[in-house]
């Protein structure tokens, strides 16, 4: 049994697989003031209520977009799985062929979701992973990473305007019965979900344009399924891309 943990701005997601079998999954949120020990009791209570013991996890792979809580997980591993974490970085087998400027500046998570959609949906291929950001990648024909682009993720947006603007509210990210508000919180979803629907579209035909291709367009992260609905370009939401890509890693490096 291998442990697999993507850790994103907003929340670390665990997910122990048995084989190719995902048979467990958790959330947690990525808290950088937590210590080793806190995150411990969390993961340690996760495990016990599944019925698994830290002996049973043969290894754990690991990828991290938060550099400063990165030594304290990778510490956590060792604590409290008895494992060193296989850390998705420069020195690793992912199989992918980066061709960003700096190879090392890509997020892990984007890499990781490189990975498995390459082997699940083929290629030419557009990912969409809704996190903290929002992030669209894009592998040719031939598998080529080539890169992407990065856009403030739906939370943020709607944080932003509750932050900024005196009369604005807190909303619930949920989609609105018209695009026409006749309320303050109606109107601002109506700007926030089609919004982010109309710029998925938007960049995915870009894409499409710029490269003359019909890529499979997968879309994956926290917020994913509400956009999808809307979206005319996205396929699939595939809310376990991450994980796999993990698992796929860990394997190449097995
Ligand atoms: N299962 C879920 N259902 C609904 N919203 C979620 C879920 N998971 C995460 N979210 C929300 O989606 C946003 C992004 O989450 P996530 O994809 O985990 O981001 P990150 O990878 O940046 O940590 C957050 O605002 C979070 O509250
Ligand atoms: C773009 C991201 C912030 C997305 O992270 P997330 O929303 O999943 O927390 C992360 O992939 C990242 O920090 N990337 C490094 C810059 C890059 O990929 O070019
Ligand atoms: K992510």
């Not at 995902?22 to 495990?47: A, C, K, M, P, Q």
């Not at 031939?142 to 305007?161: C, D, W």
């Not at 109309?198 to 870009?206: C, F, K």
């Not at 992260?221 to 796929?248: C, F, Q």
Request: aromatic fraction near 8%.
């Amino acid at each position: 049994m291998i442990l697999v943990v993507d850790v994103g701005n907003t929340n670390i997601v665990l997910g122990l697989y048995e084989g190719n079998i995902l048979t467990h999954d958790w959330r947690l949120s990525t808290n950088r003031s937590s210590t080793v020990d806190e995150y411990g009791v969390l993961i340690s209570n996760l495990f016990q209520f599944a019925g698994v013991r830290a002996e049973q996890i043969e290894g754990v792979i690991l990828s991290c977009v938060v550099p400063p809580i990165m030594s304290v997980l990778e510490q956590l591993f060792v604590k409290y799985v008895g494992k060193e974490a296989l850390v998705v970085g420069p020195g690793i087998k992912t199989g992918l062929n980066i061709r960003y400027e700096n190879p090392k500046d890509v997020g892990a998570d984007r890499i990781v979701n490189a990975v498995a959609g390459i082997e699940q949906y083929g290629t030419p291929l557009v990912i969409v992973d809704f996190g903290t950001a929002t992030t669209f990648d894009y592998i040719d024909a031939s598998g080529a990473y080539l890169g992407g682009a990065i856009v403030p993720g739906i939370g943020i947006a709607a944080e932003a305007l509750y932050q900024r603007a005196a009369k604005l509210p807190r909303i619930e990210l949920a989609k609105p019965k018209t695009v026409i508000g006749r309320n303050t919180v109606a109107a601002m979803q109506a700007g926030i979900i089609f919004g982010y629907a109309g710029q998925v579209d938007g960049i995915v035909r870009r894409i499409c344009k710029e490269f003359g291709v019909q890529p499979r367009v997968i879309a994956t992260g926290g917020l994913a399924e509400l956009i999808a609905g809307e979206s005319e370009t996205i396929e699939k939401v595939d809310p376990l891309l991450t994980l796999e890509g993990l698992r796929i890693v860990y394997e190449r490096n097995g």
